[in-house]
Structures are given as structure tokens and as C-alpha cells.
């Protein structure tokens, strides 16, 4: 039992003195790495920028011994190329540095105007006294492409009446590799009203980011009803320094009628008798740009009295017509004596109506007057008849 017990630890020992030899052979070590003592690092290491770009690069420098002064240095620049640290609005050489209190600096790097695309590396170096830290940096120059502007429209032409709103959804593209500031305008005639919005707010500068686009709607309204019915070319441009893009519109201007009431010589009173009908000639014109259909002829009188027309309606009335009705009032028979206010309507089919107000002075009839003299002489006869008789009494 003893033997066995021996066997076993010198195996044990065995099998313990082999894995540190396999360990020790493979080079595993059981102490911890010590911090590196000085470090230069930035996010992007790796930059792609167009030619004629400046790049810039925010820089970190760290340090975990004391605190030191560290001088910033670029090896390998490209020639012709310039490099310059800034650090509080300046160009420095060095920065201070504590430690667990990192410091930052930018640097600049500008190419040569003629650079051409490609790939330049670099290293920045951050030396102190006694340590001294790299790092290494990728620029990649490619051509930028130019500034372009184009326009998209979804439906350049519509149709509507003279009173609407003709409204286009435009796309305004940006192609280039650079933001714009672009400048909007337009060429209609001076009858329209031109405006740009973006969203809901009018706009007549836009800016538009390089390779995006930016939705525009274009409001277009008559200022005046009875615009001739055709055809409105509208022009829009986009414009930023050098670069332009034009497109055009068109608003297809569909007729309108516009009604008017009046009389031949524009006089709007006149005479008539209570009980007895009068006749009013009553002008309806059509100063649209298109034919008024079914237009109807109504009156609003004061109570007890009559309205008609001859004719009632009218099929229609062509752009620049006018047609005369006779309009047949017949005043209460009862009527007092006085002026009266009596509304004359014409109603067309589509479009607005129109209406004129006519003052008509009422005279009592004479039949009426006759009988009141014939009592006021009955009345005088009557009187008289009596002083004689009891006057002699």
C-alpha cells in the first residue's frame, strides 16, 4: 500500500514538472503588461477627402508617467503639402500633458492645389524628453464631382379655371460633392403670382446638401378672374455662383364667365304706380373669357308685390355678349307712396352671380286722387248746405 502511494506522488510531480516545462517553452508568462508611457491615437486614422480639401484631424496624447512637455512632429509628408497642430485657436508645436488627463490638438493638413488622387501616408510623432510615440495616417485624395443642379417635375403642365391655384411638385437635386446655397426665381407673365415653399414656409433661398435633394412646391395663381383662356409658359431656376438649372411649367388657363347686370343707359331708378305693372330692360353681359350657360333671371321685391321676366332664362351668353331682358313689376295695389328698393339676379350655371339693386318711386293711382276730391267737394257741399239752412234761423 505504501509502494503505491509513492508511485502516485512521483507521477503527480512528474506530470507538474512537464506542463511548467511546456509553459516555459511556449512562452506564456504570468505578469501583467505595463502601460505604454507615452501615446498619440484619433478616431478616424484612415480619411478620404476631395481635392483641393483640407483635412483635419482632432489628435489625443496620453501619458501615465508625470507631467511633461510634448513636442508634435510629422514625418513623411508628401511634398508640397503643409501640416499645422492648433490648439486654442492657434498654431502650436507642443502640448502639455498630465497624467489620466488626456490633451487634445488638431491637425491640419492642406495639399497642394495640383495633388493628385491617390493614397499619401504619413506619421505623426509625439516626443517627450524620454519617450517618444507614432502615428501612422492614411489620406486618400479622389476628384470631387462638380456642382450640378437639376430640376424634377412631377407634372409640368396643368389645367385649371383662372380663379385657381396651380400647384407643381418639383425635386431640386444637388449631383455634386459640394453643399449649396441655391437662389430660387421665376419668368411668367405679370398677371401671375409666383411662389416657392418648402413645406408649409415660402422660400426663395433653399440650402441643398451635396448628393440630395430637396422638395419644393411651386404655387402659381392669376391675379385677375377674367384672364383670355390659353396657354402660360412659367420658367423656374435654381441658381449658386457659376451653377444653374432651368425647367419649364405651363398653366392651361380654361375660360371663365364673369356676369354683369345693368340697364341700356346704366341708370338704376325709376317711376311706377301701385296696382299697374311697369317694365325694366335689364342688360346681362358676359365679360368672361368663356360662354355663360343657363343663366337665370330672379327678382327679390317688397311684400305684395310681382315679379317676371322675359325670358326667364337664358341658354347661353357667349364671352363678350350681352343680351337684354324685360323684367315686368307690378306693385301692391294698396302700396303707399314712397321709394322702394327692389334686387335684380342673374345666376349662371358655374361661376359666381350677379345682382343690382333698382329704386323704384311709387305713386298712388289718380282714380284715387279723383275720389278724394269728389269727398273733400261732398264734404264742402255738405257744410255749406247746413250754414245756409240754420244760418237763417
Not at 508645436?93 to 493638413?109: G, I, M, N, W, Y
Not at 384672364?227 to 432651368?246: C, E, K, L, N
Not at 340697364?263 to 301701385?274: M, W
Request: charged share 20%.
Amino acid at each position: 500500500m505504501k509502494k503505491a502511494f509513492v508511485v502516485l506522488l512521483v507521477c503527480m510531480a512528474l506530470i507538474g514538472g512537464t506542463a511548467a516545462i511546456a509553459a516555459a517553452q511556449s512562452g506564456e508568462t504570468t505578469t501583467t503588461s505595463q502601460p505604454v508611457p507615452l501615446q498619440i491615437f484619433t478616431t478616424y486614422p484612415s480619411q478620404v477627402v476631395g481635392a483641393n480639401e483640407t483635412a483635419s484631424l482632432t489628435l489625443t496624447v496620453r501619458t501615465t508617467t508625470g507631467p511633461q512637455i510634448v513636442a508634435l512632429d510629422v514625418r513623411d509628408l508628401p511634398e508640397n503639402w503643409t501640416a499645422s497642430f492648433r490648439g486654442g485657436g492657434r498654431i502650436v508645436k507642443s502640448v502639455f500633458v498630465q497624467p489620466e488627463q488626456d490633451a487634445t490638438v488638431d491637425l491640419r493638413l492642406e495639399p497642394p492645389a495640383d495633388v493628385a488622387s491617390g493614397t499619401y501616408n504619413f506619421t505623426v510623432v509625439a516626443r517627450s524628453d524620454s519617450e517618444e510615440a507614432e502615428l501612422p495616417v492614411e489620406l486618400t485624395i479622389q476628384e470631387r464631382a462638380p456642382a450640378r443642379l437639376a430640376f424634377e417635375v412631377e407634372l409640368p403642365i396643368l389645367r385649371a379655371r383662372a380663379d385657381s391655384t396651380f400647384r407643381y411638385n418639383v425635386t431640386l437635386r444637388n449631383a455634386g460633392d459640394e453643399d449649396l446655397l441655391v437662389d430660387l426665381s421665376s419668368q411668367a407673365a405679370p398677371v401671375f403670382n409666383v411662389v416657392f415653399k418648402s413645406g408649409s414656409n415660402e422660400v426663395v433661398t433653399l440650402p441643398v446638401k451635396a448628393n440630395s435633394t430637396e422638395r419644393l412646391t411651386i404655387e402659381v395663381k392669376s391675379l385677375i378672374n377674367n384672364i383670355r383662356a390659353g396657354t402660360y409658359p412659367i420658367t423656374i431656376q435654381a441658381r449658386s455662383g457659376d451653377v444653374a438649372a432651368t425647367t419649364d411649367l405651363s398653366a392651361e388657363i380654361i375660360g371663365l364667365s364673369v356676369i354683369n347686370l345693368t340697364t341700356p343707359d346704366e341708370r338704376l331708378s325709376g317711376d311706377a304706380e301701385a296696382g299697374k305693372e311697369t317694365t325694366v330692360t335689364l342688360v346681362v353681359q358676359n365679360t368672361g373669357t368663356a360662354a355663360a350657360r343657363n343663366v337665370t333671371l330672379s327678382a327679390t321685391a317688397p311684400s305684395g308685390w310681382t315679379t317676371s321676366f322675359d325670358p326667364a332664362e337664358l341658354p347661353e351668353i357667349a364671352a363678350g355678349e350681352q343680351i337684354e331682358v324685360t323684367a315686368h313689376l307690378k306693385p301692391a295695389e294698396k302700396a303707399l307712396s314712397g321709394d322702394y328698393n327692389v334686387t335684380f339676379r342673374a345666376t349662371p350655371e358655374e361661376g359666381a352671380n350677379a345682382s343690382v339693386q333698382y329704386r323704384v318711386t311709387l305713386r298712388t293711382s289718380t282714380m284715387w286722387g279723383l275720389a278724394g276730391l269728389a269727398l273733400i267737394a261732398i264734404a264742402i257741399g255738405a257744410v255749406s248746405l247746413a250754414v245756409s239752412r240754420f244760418g237763417r234761423r
